[in-house]
């Protein structure tokens, strides 16, 4: 059985590493300021606000002998983009590794310790019914290696955890973290979820575009089996933990995929840590208010028919808002200027 966590760059804002696109759009444009994609965000930050939204957007205004210009530009961008982010990857230091790798694995195992008693019980029950060894996946959305390194640290250690079922034990494990868009330095995927987001008609259906920008058609043609294999673990997960993601439009088809699974099993349970400073722990009324309004954005994002959704899955999506689950003492920046 699986215990999943998909992790988006609030995972990197969180230990305080600027990898927003805006932190990187100064350095992209320093760097190479005449690039197509370059002289556009320069001149409108505000459509470029997402970068693969922006890509969906830019597009508008583009021709079918343009295709080639424009996936040169978007080459470039990659490029510098995976500068930019190893600099700032390169910022992370570990006060102290064993250290750490604790911290990390007591947050990991404890990150029910914010649901409510009736959650609660639910988790509980779910485990004192495993009787089997529960594994501890990562799939990071992210092009960085910082969570990579956290989890080979805390994996030195073995067994990550246990537990107890049916009279037995039984050891688990964090499993390698699973890179669906690529890393740095191999596979790095930019793009849209659909042919839809390109917002111009002549274009949605031509291959020499589709092929490059859709990332799912990039996966495929890469051969890596990355998708199959998130789902594959998705599958086999009991509870799926999101952090750090802004469950954005051009990662839709997770989205979709979660909300499916949720559905298949009565005990499946889909966490939501929301970061947003809130005070909606103040209010009952504004609590359940903000889970609410948060479920309903999670079901429009997978694009499904929400009134019927929403009374299958209303009570097993958990929202945690101002979650502290992934502050690591045990990390430090270095101070580095991105030239």
């Avoid at 040169?72 to 910022?91: F, G, H, M, P, V």
């Amino acid at each position: 059985m699986n215990i999943t966590f998909l992790v988006g760059n609030g995972f990197d804002l969180n230990l305080n590493l600027n990898t927003r696109y805006s932190d990187f759009y100064k350095y992209y444009i320093k760097n190479d300021p005449k690039d197509l994609l370059s002289k556009s965000i320069k001149d409108d930050y505000e459509m470029w606000s997402d970068l693969e939204v922006g890509l969906g957007e830019f597009l508008k205004n583009i021709d079918e002998n343009q295709i080639n210009e424009f996936l040169d530009s978007k080459s470039t961008l990659e490029r510098i983009l995976a500068e930019y982010l190893t600099l700032e990857n390169q910022r992370i230091r570990f006060k102290d590794e064993k250290a750490l790798a604790e911290e990390f694995r007591k947050k990991v195992l404890n990150f029910f310790s914010d649901f409510n008693a009736l959650d609660k019980d639910h988790y509980h029950r779910v485990i004192g019914a495993t009787r089997e060894q529960i594994n501890y996946n990562f799939i990071t959305f992210n092009y960085t290696s910082v969570l990579d390194t956290i989890v080979a640290a805390v994996q030195k250690n073995k067994p990550f955890s246990n537990h107890s079922a049916g009279g037995r034990g039984y050891n688990d494990a964090v499993i390698s973290t699973h890179h669906i868009h690529g890393k740095l330095t191999e596979d790095l995927i930019l793009g849209l979820d659909n042919t839809e987001q390109i917002l111009n008609d002549r274009l949605k259906s031509n291959p020499e575009l589709t092929n490059y920008i859709i990332k799912s058609a990039v996966n495929t043609a890469l051969g890596e089996k990355k998708i199959e294999k998130a789902k594959d673990i998705i599958n086999k997960s009991k509870f799926i933990c999101l952090f750090g993601l802004s469950i954005g439009d051009t990662d839709g088809m997770w989205w979709s995929y979660i909300i499916e699974w949720l559905k298949r099993d009565k005990d499946n349970r889909l966490v939501l840590f929301v970061n947003k400073n809130t005070n909606v722990q103040l209010s009952g009324q504004e609590k359940i208010r903000f889970r609410n309004l948060t479920r309903k954005m999670m079901l429009e994002r997978s694009r499904c028919e929400i009134s019927e959704t929403q009374k299958l899955v209303q009570d097993k999506i958990i929202v945690v808002p101002n979650s502290k689950i992934f502050n690591l003492e045990n990390i430090i920046l270095e101070d580095k200027e991105n030239g």
